[in-house]
C-alpha cells in the first residue's frame, strides 16, 4: 500500500531523513512516535508529496510519489491528510469546507457533495454544526471536521501529523475516539503522534524515530514491552511516567 525506500530528505545543509525505509499493508494502523525534531511530521508530508525528497523512493497506492504533477496530484486526492492545525478554510461554513474540494477534485454534484457531507459530519459526531463557521467552533470540533473533510474524498488511506497536539487535553480524547472508530473499520492509517494511549489502543506496529532515522519498528504490544533499542526506551520511560 505504502512503501518508503531509502528516504532522505534536507532543508540546506540540515539532513531530516536518514535513508528511511518503511512498508504500510493496507488496513495497517501504523504509529510514528519518537521526540520532537526526530523528522517524523516530515516523513509524513513526503509519503503524499506535500514535501519532496532528495533521495529514495516513495510508492502509495501503486503511485511513485514525485515523479509526475498529475499523478501526485491524483494521489494526494486519495490520500487524506490531516494536519495539526486543521487547515480549514475559516471564510467557509463547515458544509462548504467538506463539499469543496469533491465538488471541483472529484466532480461530484453539489447534491451528491452535501449529502456525502452530512453523512460524514454523522459520523464524527457534529451533523448540528453544518451551518458553523470554523471560528465558531472548539479546536476538538475543528479536527473532527478536518477528519471528516479528508474522509469526503473517499481516501484509500489516512495520514495524521500529530492531531491533537493543539487542542486542550478535554478535547483530544473526542478526536481520538472519532480515529479509533476508523482504524476499527479497516482503514490504512499512519499516524504521527504522542498519544501512546491512542498508539497501544489502535495501531497493529510502532515506528520510533530519532534524529531523521527509523531507529526501531515493532508489533506494539512488544514495542511496549520490549522496545530494543536504549533510545525507545528512554523514550517511552519518559513519555509514559507523565
Do not use: W
Not at 62 to 68: A, N, P, R
Not at 170 to 186: D, F, N, P, R, W
Amino acid at each position: 500500500m505504502i512503501s518508503v525506500q531509502e528516504v532522505s530528505k534536507s532543508y540546506g545543509t540540515l539532513k531530516v531523513l536518514h535513508e528511511c525505509s518503511l512498508s504500510v499493508a493496507r488496513g495497517e494502523v501504523v504509529v510514528v512516535c519518537g521526540p520532537s525534531g526526530s523528522g517524523k511530521s516530515t516523513l509524513i508530508k513526503c509519503v503524499n508529496g506535500l514535501e519532496t525528497i532528495d533521495n529514495g523512493r516513495i510508492v502509495a497506492d501503486s503511485v511513485v510519489v514525485g515523479q509526475g504533477r498529475a499523478e501526485t496530484a491524483g494521489l494526494r486526492a486519495r490520500m487524506g491528510m490531516v494536519f495539526q492545525h486543521f487547515e480549514l478554510y475559516p471564510h467557509l461554513s463547515v458544509i462548504e469546507n467538506l463539499c469543496l474540494a469533491p465538488v471541483h477534485v472529484l466532480q461530484r454534484t453539489q447534491e451528491a457533495a452535501r449529502a456525502k457531507a452530512h453523512e460524514l459530519l454523522d459520523r464524527v459526531g457534529l451533523a448540528d454544526k453544518a451551518g458553523s463557521y470554523p471560528g465558531q467552533l472548539s479546536g476538538g470540533q475543528q479536527q473532527r471536521i478536518a477528519i471528516a473533510r479528508a474522509l469526503a474524498m473517499d481516501p484509500v488511506a489516512m495520514l495524521f501529523d500529530e492531531p491533537t497536539s493543539a487542542l486542550d487535553p478535554e478535547m483530544i480524547g473526542e478526536v481520538l475516539s472519532v480515529m479509533l472508530e476508523l482504524a476499527s473499520e479497516g482503514m490504512t492509517m499512519v499516524v504521527v503522534t504522542h498519544e501512546m494511549g491512542f498508539a497501544k489502543a489502535a495501531a497493529d506496529r510502532i515506528v520510533f524515530m530519532d534524529q531523521g532515522r527509523i531507529v526501531e519498528t515493532a508489533p506494539t504490544k512488544q514495542f511496549f514491552s520490549n522496545p530494543e533499542s536504549d533510545r525507545a526506551q528512554a523514550f517511552l520511560s519518559r513519555v509514559l511516567s507523565h
